[in-house]
Structure formats: structure tokens, C-alpha cells
């Protein structure tokens, strides 16, 4: 472990860390050994503590907790324990140890076949489904956020976003736009409020990575705006994108998970998993061989693309213009509204916050 990862002093007298999982710019995830149940689990904290902890950050990441505790499924990160370490004050979160790899790995390495893809895609889209009866909007759905285990089981994690949907809006914390833009729905750009529309575009969003072995928006790192920009556009037809010998179908399930308009995306998650899994035979099973091949090969996993850019752990604002709220949805499929009708979706003349 680097010399500046400080695992909490309290929470060493349970749990042993082992080393770093991964950082960000406001926290840091350690694997640690849990000596009293005699396993291992993965132990988040926040690196500020004291005066310099943000009551924002404090206030998201209990959020984050209490939507976790909500949801009881198998494709989404276990919960065990959260609180504030008894010396330091450190907020932290006690989860289940995940193996395997985090899909930006697995897909870094080129397009993932027809069947691997749904398969994937259809668990995260289980996942969601059972986030969303539950109460709880996930708002960040991307690759460096599904965990595919060794098995080829699909784990959804990193509900640091996440929000309660029955929580009154003065209760959430400030509105500020916050994530990937390569995955973020045009209504979030727009300063919309998120409905559970906006997690399957995030999905949509991963079809078009692991179909095309690249991001949706190719863009230079550098105009953080003109991706924001074309983001807010929303993401082209997959078949735009010179994907050969897709079967009949799938492109246009893959669209309707990206459609622009939140109104013509499939009504729910179950939904589009059960449509997903038309094209999904088999699917595990080659996810499963895909991830043993990563770890016999012991490739270390690759940094981010640079079309693709990660930020800090809360990433960046996109706009600081308050929420708005979305007009009320119409079924999936049925025609759109008179022009005269139309809710509007104008991005804002905004100046989007560049990468830290």
C-alpha cells in the first residue's frame, strides 16, 4: 500500500488490510481480512476526515449505505457494515470481496462476442430490476462499475450515486450532475431528475462497449466540453458503428436502451434483461472462459482509455443549474407528442467542468 493509504485506526482492531483495491480522488478501497468472522471483505473509506470532510461527501457516502442495505439480489454488492471509525471519525463501508474483473478490464482488450454481451447485460438489467423495486436509482451504470466474477456471475457495485426515489428531494443533498459522461443519459445532462429510464441508458451505453470494443462517444480527452456536448445528444444508432453480423433484432433493442427520449427506452428493467436474453445462450459460460484466460494470463489491469476518461471517486459536475423535473413517461413504443407537446430538451448553455 502507498505510504498515504491510512486504513482507519479504529477499524484495524477488526480488520486487517491486506492492500488497495483501488482510489480516487476522495477515497480509497482496501482489501482487508475481517479477523473476527474469518473472511475477506473490502473495506471503503473516505481518505478526508475531520474539518476537511465535505458534509456533501459525508452525506452520499451514508446514502450510499442505506440504498445498499435496501436491495437483496445476487448481481448486486453485498453489504455488511457502515459507520464512523471510534478514533478518527472516518466514514466507512464494509462490503463482500468480489473476484474476477471489472468489465472496462475485460472489454479493454477488444469487442466481446454477441452472446457474452447480452448475457452481461441482461444481469445488470436483473440487478437494476431489483434496485429499482426496491426504491433505489443507481445514476452511474458503466463498465468500471460491473464486476464479472470468476464464474461468470455479474455483480452491479458502486452505489456512491445512488439515490432513494421515495427520499424527499430536500433530504438528497445538493443537485449537481456528477459522473461519466460517456454513460450519463441526455436528460441527466440536461439537469433532468433521474428516473429508472436513465439507469438503462447506462446499459445501452456498456452494449455499445462490449459490441464494439470501444466507448460510445470517441472524443479527445482533452474536450471534456464537445463530449459533454454530443453526450447531451445522445448516443448514435449501433448500427452506425461497423459492427458486423449482428442478429436480427439486437440492434434495435440496443437503440431503444439508448433512445434519447427516456419515453421511448423499455418500460423496465426486466423488460429489456428479457429481451437481452434472446441473444444470450451460452453467454455465461464464454464470460466464464473470458475471465479465466485474464487471470491465468495475470495481465494487469489496463488504465483507462483515453476516450474514455475516469475522474476523481465523485467525478465532476456537469452543470451546477438546478434539477428539473421530467414530464411524466408514456409507455415504451407508443408515438411521441405533438412538436407543440414536446417537453423540450435544450441543453443549457453551460460551461462543463473540465477532468481534474
Known amino acids: 500500500m502507498a505510504g498515504n493509504d491510512v486504513f482507519p485506526a479504529g477499524l484495524a482492531r477488526r480488520y486487517r488490510p491486506i492492500d488497495v483495491l483501488g482510489r480516487g480522488g476522495m477515497g480509497v478501497v482496501f482489501e482487508a481480512e475481517d479477523t473476527r ?29 442505506i440504498a445498499l442495505a435496501r436491495i437483496r439480489h445476487r448481481g448486486v454488492v453485498g453489504i455488511h457494515d457502515s459507520g464512523f471509525d471510534t478514533l478518527s471519525g472516518t466514514p466507512y463501508l464494509v462490503m463482500e470481496m468480489l473476484d474476477g474483473a471489472d468489465l472496462s478490464v475485460l472489454g479493454a482488450g477488444g469487442a466481446l462476442s454477441v452472446p457474452a454481451a447480452c448475457w452481461i447485460a441482461a444481469e445488470t438489467l436483473d440487478a437494476l430490476d431489483s434496485a429499482h423495486k ?8 458503466k463498465p468500471g462499475n460491473i464486476r464479472v466474477g470468476r464464474t461468470g456471475h455479474v455483480i452491479l457495485y458502486d452505489f456512491g450515486l445512488a439515490v432513494v426515489t421515495e427520499q424527499p428531494r430536500s433530504t438528497r443533498g445538493d443537485d449537481r ?3 461519466t459522461p460517456q454513460y450519463m443519459a441526455p436528460e441527466r445532462i440536461e439537469g433532468l431528475t433521474p428516473v429508472e429510464a436513465t439507469d438503462l441508458y447506462g446499459v445501452g451505453a456498456c452494449m455499445h462497449f462490449m459490441l464494439t470494443g470501444r466507448p460510445p462517444f470517441e472524443s ?49 428493467a426486466g423488460t429489456a434483461a428479457a429481451l437481452l436474453r434472446r441473444w444470450a445462450a451460452g453467454g455465461k459460460e464464454l464470460v466464464g472462459q473470458l475471465i479465466t484466460r485474464h487471470l491465468l494470463h495475470g495481465a494487469p489491469e489496463p488504465a483507462p482509455p483515453p476516450e474514455a476518461p475516469e475522474y476523481d471517486w465523485y467525478e465532476v459536475d456537469v452543470t451546477d443549474a438546478p434539477v428539473r423535473p421530467l414530464p411524466d413517461a408514456r409507455p415504451w413504443g407508443s408515438p411521441p407528442p405533438a412538436p407543440d407537446e414536446e417537453p423540450g430538451h435544450c441543453p443549457r448553455d453551460t460551461t462543463p467542468a473540465r477532468s481534474r
Open 37 to 65: 468472522l474469518r473472511r475477506r471483505v473490502a473495506v471503503k473509506v473516505l481518505s478526508a476526515v475531520g474539518a476537511s470532510l465535505p458534509h456533501e461527501m459525508q452525506r452520499r457516502f451514508v446514502a450510499e449505505a
Open 134 to 141: 426496491s426504491g433505489v436509482l443507481h445514476r452511474d451504470v
Open 177 to 179: 450532475l456528477i459522473g
Open 220 to 268: 479527445d480527452p482533452e474536450e471534456f466540453g464537445d463530449l459533454v456536448l454530443r453526450a447531451a445528444r445522445g448516443i448514435p444508432s449501433l448500427g452506425s458503428r461497423g459492427v458486423p453480423h449482428l442478429p436480427d433484432g439486437l440492434i434495435a433493442a440496443v437503440d431503444a436502451l439508448c433512445a434519447r427520449d427516456f419515453r421511448d427506452r423499455p418500460t423496465d
